[in-house]
């Protein structure tokens, strides 16, 4: 199955010496997956589109954006343009080193929204994220220490000026039941998406009622299962659009929406991009199982504008 006909789980493996994995990288696409890191988002040249929480925006140069744990997004570059973004990857663990366990915390920290800013504004956290990539690249023997002590720093704020929702965990046993639903359920989707009653039947599947399901995936990945079904249906009308010459009226059919004037609204609500300007412009992507399609670009320059950040230019 090809990257853009799925949902992914992304096991991100961690540096050993401190629980957080930074880098640079000029982004093509990425097809919807999750992960247990919370992914900080910091774009450092030209545009990306970052689809998280059903919620698509378009991140400049200078914009920083939080994912959260376990939250299903996708990421690909605007047209042609050329972009060097700054990642941190940070394991979830290190958010409860010295609170409720049983909690988890979902920030909001997206600088291309007016609501819920931060109490010390986007550009404290910019910064901080630029010194946090500029440490995790230079590396050289104090890096694990300083990079600790930076990570528990940036979370520290994002506890006092970020404004964040507090949901209890469920006990270990509990948690391996929904996160096994929860695959099931996503699975469901990925593979009855084409269904006309396929969410009436997908409860009946995993035998709990609509309000049960909806809970259970808002809490964890926080997208109900119309999002998922819709984004299934996005997915694969966005990979007929790149790799087929069918006509919309098939793509239509074929992706389970009940109308072309109902799926281009749709689509351009979604992706700010009708389906034709998808198809006309829009980045092939290979046909593998890869999460990120990553290009070339020139690290020093990254560096070089990691450092203007911090220097405040």
């Not at 389970?256 to 992507?285: E, Q």
């Amino acid at each position: 199955m090809a990257a853009a006909e799925s949902y992914f789980f992304e096991a991100i493996e961690n540096r050993l010496k401190y629980p957080a994995k930074v880098f640079l990288a000029s982004i093509d696409h990425s097809s919807f997956h999750w992960h247990y890191e919370y992914e900080l988002i910091l774009v450092l040249k030209g545009k990306v589109l970052v689809n998280s929480d059903q919620k698509p925006v378009i991140l400049e140069a200078g914009d920083i954006l939080l994912v959260n744990s376990k939250s299903v997004h996708e990421i690909h570059r605007i047209e042609r343009e050329d972009n060097i973004c700054l990642f941190i990857q940070i394991n979830q663990n290190l958010f409860n080193d010295f609170r409720d366990a049983n909690q988890t915390y979902r920030f909001y920290l997206n600088s291309k929204l007016d609501t819920l800013k931060p109490k010390k504004g986007f550009e404290h956290f910019v910064r901080m994220a630029a010194q946090i990539g500029l440490a995790g690249i230079d590396k050289n023997e104090i890096t694990p220490y300083r990079m600790k002590g930076m990570l528990y720093l940036f979370i520290a704020d994002l506890y006092q000026y970020a404004a964040y929702d507090i949901y209890q965990r469920a006990s270990e046993a509990a948690e391996h039941e929904n996160l096994e639903t929860l695959m099931n359920i996503i699975e469901y989707i990925q593979f009855h998406y084409q269904d006309k009653n396929v969410l009436k039947n997908l409860y009946k599947e995993v035998g709990m009622s609509d309000k049960s399901v909806y809970r259970l995936l808002k809490v964890n990945i926080g997208h109900s299962a119309k999002d998922l079904l819709l984004a299934r249906k996005l997915d694969k009308a966005k990979y007929m659009l790149k790799y087929t010459d069918k006509t919309i009226n098939f793509i239509v059919d074929e992706c389970g929406f009940s109308s072309v004037n109902s799926f281009y609204r749709t689509f351009k609500m979604v992706l700010n991009i009708t389906p034709n300007d998808y198809r006309r412009y829009g980045i092939a992507l290979k046909d593998n199982q890869e999460i990120k399609g990553y290009l070339g670009f020139s690290k020093t320059e990254g560096i070089v504008l990691l450092e203007n950040i911090i220097k405040g230019r």
